[in-house]
């Protein structure tokens, strides 16, 4: 019904950028909110980041400063600029979204993940 792909994961030495995209599709009505996870090896799961519809945002103390989100609502895209990665930002990143869909239905749908390795 609503799926989420996220795009621009890599390899990068540290210090370097990268900029993730995650793109929605499928019966939307509405986003409410995005949001960016990530879960390295032996982790849990973790917020990165994420905004509201109102661009209201969110960070993760280990990322602010480096990361920035952001949204085109017209297109139903989140990115996530990352700047100065450092080895321990290694890990999956997993895009989350609350949906509301044609059929008025509210989901909170994740994407496969993209893998972000940060080398010395």
């Known amino acids: 019904q609503v799926q989420l792909v996220e795009s621009g994961g890599g390899l990068v030495q540290a210090g370097g950028s990268l900029r993730l995209s995650c793109a929605a599709s499928g019966s939307i009505f509405r986003i409410n909110a995005m949001g960016w996870y990530r879960q390295a090896p032996g982790k849990q799961r973790e917020l990165v980041a994420d905004i509201t519809t109102g661009s209201s945002t969110n960070y993760a103390d280990s990322v602010k400063g480096r990361f920035t989100i952001s949204r085109d609502n017209a297109k139903n895209t989140v990115f996530l600029q990352m700047n100065d990665l450092k080895p321990e930002d290694t890990a999956v990143y997993y895009c989350?979204?609350?949906?509301?869909?044609?059929?008025?239905?509210?989901?909170?749908?994740w994407g496969p993940g993209t893998l972000v390795t940060v080398s010395l």
């Open positions: 989350n979204a609350r949906v509301v869909t044609t059929f008025l239905a509210v989901l909170e749908p």
